[in-house]
């Protein structure tokens, strides 16, 4: 529309959408898949589609990646232990695989060159507070980034909060 084209319509528009997929296995312990894809227009600029880190990508470092479009594929097997560290905790495990993009499109819907799929795996602990309501998670994850440019560190370190494992 004439609106659209003299810079009106919807601005900071977000739409994006998740897959998820669990199954038990080796008794109590779980196996995660996941696809999510997201698409913007108009963001303002404190607002970002990001990739790298605790967003996503965990072999990358923060804000890595950026766009208005953004995929983000990952496979964890989850390992649960029935053990309390001092009545405090309950300890976990995983072990992942991520594989995700994220790019800018020209205006006339053309992909920017210099995308590409970047991939990653690694390993982290779970510690799950027994203690607490809300039942928040600490994640420290080790990872390794399988592409991207040499000035990356070989080895991630990650240290976040969640309210899922």
Do not use: C
Not at 70 to 90: K, Y
Not at 145 to 159: A, T, Y
């Amino acid at each position: 529309t004439a609106a659209a084209e003299a810079g009106g319509g919807a601005e900071n528009l977000l739409v994006g959408g998740s897959i998820r997929y669990y199954v038990r296995d080796f008794g109590d312990n779980l196996f995660f898949a996941g696809v999510e894809g997201d698409v913007v227009h108009k963001l303002d600029p404190e607002h970002q589609l990001l990739l790298g880190g605790d967003t996503g990508l965990r072999g990358y470092p923060l804000r890595y990646l950026q766009g208005d479009h953004r995929v983000l594929f990952t496979v964890e097997q989850r390992f649960f232990s029935d053990r309390e560290i001092f009545h405090l905790l309950h300890l976990g495990a995983a072990v992942f695989f991520d594989a995700g993009s994220a790019w800018f499109e020209d205006g006339d819907g053309k992909v920017a060159a210099n995308r590409k799929l970047l991939k990653d795996v690694g390993l982290g602990l779970r510690f799950g507070s027994s203690r607490s309501s809300r039942g928040s998670m600490i994640h420290l994850d080790l990872a390794f980034p399988l592409d991207g440019d040499k000035s990356i560190k070989r080895v991630q370190w990650l240290v976040s909060t969640s309210d899922t494992f």
